[in-house]
């Protein structure tokens, strides 16, 4: 391992532990202003805690720079925090699909999936159980040969079984829900240009405002799969490299990077939200209480008088 790709897992570890705490930070918020009452903000607080539960496993990555030291015990650590490491990046994938499926079917086809809320989070924290067990069965859980992460390898020289197993069980899937996120915000910023040019022309939706009102709660969760188009593309790119081929120091970099990122961007998105929303809502009670004060200040005038 060379000396800049060693300080770049030191580096790696910690933006993942920064990640770990912002989305901490972000899911502490919503419970402190009491929105995890509310189904959109549940969502985005999936989001968190996923990426929350992924930063924190790849925090663990750096403990594999002694792996040379002890490599009975840290091969047993490897194939732990590989494990890990499967299961919470699906968690993290599910509940962008999930969010991404409930943005299309309300601000799309006008239907609410509240009410299988239930299925979201089951099928988020048991469906990666599937996924995350067959590297475990066929072996494959070993330090990477490039630098110290632990994630789907091959021992020997052929790459077949690495190259399959890492396009079926995270880059194929995630290529597909990267296909499925686009098309959805394509098909939705048609549709919010469609909704504001019939409200400028002042003809009234079906549903009246009440529609209008829920859409622009909904349409923050709109990040999250633009965030995940961002940063996942290059880890992609990555997997597939290296499956195939030694990768450069740049390509490791540019492989583990983005999938941090993608981490912190989403706590910081969600707090960056909950502070505008924040803000909006203390000044329109701001301007109700004036409204109020004024009104009364009016009435007491018109009764002296």
């Known amino acids: 391992m060379t000396p800049s790709l060693k300080n770049g897992d030191i580096a790696f570890a910690s933006l993942n532990c920064i990640a770990a705490v ?3 930070l972000a899911a502490i918020l919503v419970f402190a202003l009491k929105l995890h009452k509310r189904f959109v903000y549940r969502l985005a607080l999936y989001q968190v805690l996923s990426s929350m539960a992924f930063a924190t496993v790849e925090v663990f990555q750096v403990i594999f720079l002694n792996y040379d030291k002890n490599r009975e015990v840290y091969g047993r650590l490897c194939t732990a925090i590989g494990l890990l490491n499967m299961y919470t990046r699906w968690t993290k994938l599910l509940s962008t699909m999930w969010v991404t499926l409930h943005i299309f079917c309300f601000g799309v086809l006008r239907k609410d999936l509240k009410k299988y809320e239930v299925w979201y989070v089951v099928t988020s924290l048991l469906l990666p159980c599937v996924m995350a067990v067959v590297p475990l069965i066929t072996n494959t859980y ?3 040969p490039f630098h110290s992460y632990c994630y789907v390898y091959q021992k020997n020289d052929s790459y077949t079984v690495e190259l ?3 396009l079926v069980l995270w880059d194929a899937p995630a290529l597909i829900i990267l296909l499925a996120a686009s098309t959805t915000m394509m098909v939705l910023v048609i549709k919010i240009v469609s909704v504001l040019c019939r ?3 002042y003809k009234p939706l079906a549903d009246g405002d009440q529609y ?3 859409l622009k709660e909904l349409l923050p969760l709109a990040a999250f799969p633009i965030l995940f188009f961002v940063f996942v593309i290059p880890t992609v790119i990555f997997h597939i490299d290296s499956s195939v081929r030694t990768p450069s120091d740049a390509m490791i970099i540019i492989g583990i990077i983005p999938a941090t ?3 912190l961007s989403s706590g910081i998105t969600l707090i960056i939200h909950l502070s505008v929303a924040r803000f909006f ?12 004060e004024s009104s009364y ?3 007491v005038l018109q009764n002296s008088a």
């Not at 809502?281 to 109020?292: E, G, I």
Request: proline share 0%; glycine share 4%; net charge positive.
């Open 281 to 292: 809502a203390l000044k329109k009670m701001h301007t109700s209480d004036k409204r109020m």
């Open 199 to 201: 409200r400028l022309k």
């Open 142 to 144: 070993q330090l990477s």
């Open 261 to 263: 990122i993608w981490g």
């Open 164 to 166: 399959v197993e890492k």
């Open 212 to 214: 209008w009102k829920a």
């Open 22 to 24: 912002v989305c901490l």
């Open 297 to 299: 200040t009016y009435s």
